[in-house]
Structure formats: structure tokens, C-alpha cells
């Protein structure tokens, strides 16, 4: 199936611990993001690679750092965890340029991995 | 500052209602307008607008654009149980690198009741 996978789904660990949350992508999408959503439902977005390169970053801590290794993959590495960075994040991606039938800039979104820190 | 303000905040209403979602923006350098419906997990895209007045339609939902007001509007007509969801606003725009964002609003939150 093409989709946006994301693992893990949950995810609980202490305070202090550092972790890391997987994406991928097989829709041949050139654009990959991390949003997180707060237990408010509002969607912030974190980081946004266009082809392995970080073109967005909205004033994120540092402690959160995002890898791309290739096109397909975006993973969130996140260090010293407080409790505040409880939420759900998801990742998603689209396709951007010209001459392309995808409508520009319609992202699509990961199942989302839901971090508690106790 | 960019801001997406989406109204009213929650919604209640009877199945077989005809409900109309807001959404209005400031934002420099406005690229599109997107919807999308969250349900448990992840959004779902619903549509995107680019041009005014020139409604767009899915089944018994649709939305329009006025890009002079700065609003679009989200209509679902015949309302049945599985549209209660949170519905999401999000205008794309440059920022100051002419790099793409989004912005998003802080949804609708529609329960339709039997």
C-alpha cells in the first residue's frame, strides 16, 4: 500500500530519556514534514524537508532534531524529554513544483505516534 | 503575524442539519486554502482553493473561496453521524525566504447527534 507509516504509535518513557520516531513515505513525494498536535487539537508544524534539505524550522527547541537520510524517510529525534513534549506528532509529506497532477501542496498524513512523558 | 481563525470554535447539531464552518486569514503571500477533517487519528484532505468564487464540491460537502474578504467556508449538507469530526483550516503562504508553510487554524469541532 502507498501511505505515510509511522512507528512507533505509542510511545511512553521517562523524563531525561532521549528518543527518536520513525517516518516514511512510498508516494514519491519530494517534501516531508513533522507536525505536533497538543491535547488542545492544534497542529503545529516543527520541521519540513524538501529534498533533504530543512526548509522550514518554527522555532523549535533544540532538543528536537530532524534526520532525513534519503527522499522517503524524515525521522524526529527528540533528546532530554520533558513533559511538555507530550502530544501526538505526526509526519506527512507532498509533492511540490511544477507540471505535476498531485495538487501542490496537499500533504498526506501519517497514523501519528503519541508520546507520553511521565 | 499569519493567523488562521477558524468559527465557531465546537458545533452540536441534529442529523439531517445543514451546517456552514468558517475560516478566515491574514497572511502575506497567499498561496491555497485547505480543509481537512480529523476524525481519531490522522487529517484527512478534503479540498484545496486557490481561486475565488468558484465552489468546489464533494458528495454533500463543499467550500468556496473569497480571496478579497479573506474567508472560505466549509458547507455539509444533510448532515449524518460520520461527519462528526474536527474540521481543520490551513492557508499556505511564503514566508520571508520564500519558503512554503502552512498555517493552521484551531478547527471546528462538530458532533452531529442522532
Known amino acids: 500500500d502507498t501511505a505515510v507509516s509511522q512507528t512507533p504509535k505509542y510511545l511512553v518513557t521517562q523524563m531525561g530519556n532521549d528518543k527518536s520516531i520513525k517516518c516514511e513515505q512510498n508516494l514519491g513525494h519530494d517534501t516531508m514534514y513533522w507536525y505536533k498536535q497538543d491535547s488542545k487539537k492544534f497542529l503545529k508544524i516543527m520541521f519540513s524537508y524538501n529534498n533533504k534539505e530543512l526548509i522550514i524550522n518554527e522555532t523549535v527547541p533544540n532538543r528536537f532534531s530532524p534526520k532525513s537520510p534519503d527522499k522517503a524517510h524524515l525521522n524526529l529525534h527528540i533528546n532530554s524529554l520533558e513533559l511538555g513534549d507530550s502530544a501526538v506528532y505526526f509526519c506527512?509529506?507532498?509533492?511540490?513544483?511544477?507540471?505535476?497532477?498531485?495538487?501542490?501542496?496537499?500533504?498526506?498524513f501519517g497514523p501519528g505516534t503519541r508520546l507520553t512523558v511521565l | 503575524e499569519d493567523k488562521v481563525v477558524q468559527s465557531p470554535l465546537s458545533l452540536v447539531v441534529h442529523e439531517g442539519d445543514t451546517v456552514t464552518l468558517n475560516c478566515s486569514y491574514e497572511?502575506?503571500?497567499?498561496?491555497?486554502l485547505l480543509w481537512y477533517k480529523q476524525e481519531k487519528k490522522a487529517p484527512t484532505f478534503l479540498f484545496m482553493l486557490t481561486s475565488s468564487g468558484i465552489e468546489k464540491k464533494s458528495g454533500r460537502l463543499s467550500s468556496i473561496l473569497d480571496k478579497k474578504e479573506l474567508f472560505s467556508i466549509l458547507n455539509i449538507t444533510a448532515t449524518q453521524t460520520g461527519d462528526s469530526a474536527v474540521y481543520l483550516c490551513?492557508?499556505?503562504?511564503?514566508?520571508?525566504?520564500?519558503?512554503?508553510?502552512?498555517?493552521w487554524g484551531l478547527g471546528t469541532s462538530l458532533a452531529v447527534n442522532p
Open positions: 490551513a492557508v499556505e503562504a511564503r514566508n520571508a525566504g520564500n519558503n512554503r508553510k502552512l498555517i
Open positions: 497572511v502575506t503571500n497567499f498561496r491555497s
Open positions: 506527512a509529506s507532498s509533492l511540490t513544483g511544477q507540471g505535476r497532477r498531485t495538487s501542490y501542496n496537499e500533504q498526506f
